[in-house]
Antibody
Framework: QVQLQQSGPGLVKPSQTLSLTCTVS????????????WSWIRQHPGKGLEWIGY???????YYKSSLKSRVTISVDTSRNQFSLKLSSVTPADTAVYYC???????????WGQGTLVTVSP | EIVMTQSPATLSVSPGERATLSCRAS??????LAWYQQKPGQAPRLLIY???IRATGIPARISGSGSGTEFTLTISSLQSEDFAVYFC???????????FGGGTKVEI
């Protein structure tokens, strides 16, 4: 059994950096066990899902090309955590942000609870 | 980028009826396709991967089919808990890339 718990502020001012953390709990194993990627996805209000990027426990990352210049995903294996930083946010970045585990085939099998992040003065 | 198109946008059905949802890819993704269910205020839930493999705990009334560019999610007899939004996702070129469809809302 795997559980993902998200934390971070729900309100960010324009031009600042959005920061979220996902803590992963395992009945057996850890992020360092490998075999899975760890991802961030967002959903604009009333819209579909947008993949942001993901990271492997080794630190290898992949980012969506349109967000690449503003996104950093990092991992802390000692704490079983991975984090998202999105810089220079605008109101267009207002969305529910999810963390999720990616299976080796590319499907997302476990998700965090979601965090609504509003970008507003 | 592979574009995923879902239809219809909204599907109105009655409990006990059969629901058929479609997902089309702009180019072949083979069987590299997943389906998710999302209820209001909740995270998506994986239903199907590999186009037709049910995820753990998914009831047999939910099934997936198709390959290449045309895919179908079928719910054989709708239960009250099945009214939700459904998304498809392709992962043919993963890593690095993957894309989601726009979703189909199944409503009463």
């Amino acid at each position: 059994q795997v559980q993902l718990q998200q934390s971070g502020p729900g309100l960010v001012k324009p031009s600042q950096t959005l920061s979220l953390t996902c803590t992963v709990s395992f009945s057996v194993g850890s992020i360092s066990s490998g075999g899975y990627y760890w991802s961030w996805i967002r959903q604009h209000p009333g819209k579909g899902l947008e993949w942001i990027g993901y990271i492997y426990y080794s630190g290898s990352t992949y980012y969506k090309s349109s967000l690449k210049s503003r996104v950093t995903i990092s991992v802390d294996t000692s704490r079983n955590q991975f984090s998202l930083k999105l810089s220079s946010v605008t109101p267009a970045d207002t969305a529910v942000y999810y963390c999720a585990r990616v299976m080796s085939n590319g499907a997302f099998d476990y998700w965090g609870q979601g965090t609504l992040v509003t970008v507003s003065p | 980028e592979i574009v995923m198109t879902q239809s219809p946008a909204t599907l109105s059905v009655s409990p006990g009826e059969r629901a058929t949802l479609s997902c089309r890819a702009s180019q072949s993704v083979s069987s590299n396709l997943a389906w998710y269910q999302q209820k209001p205020g909740q995270a998506p839930r994986l239903l199907i991967y590999g186009a037709s493999i049910r995820a753990t705990g998914i009831p047999a009334r939910i099934s997936g089919s198709g390959s290449g560019t045309e895919f179908t999610l079928t719910i054989s007899s709708l239960q009250s808990e099945d009214f939700a939004v459904y998304f498809c996702q392709q992962y043919k070129n993963w890593p690095p890339s993957l894309t989601f469809g726009g979703g189909t809302k199944v409503e009463i």
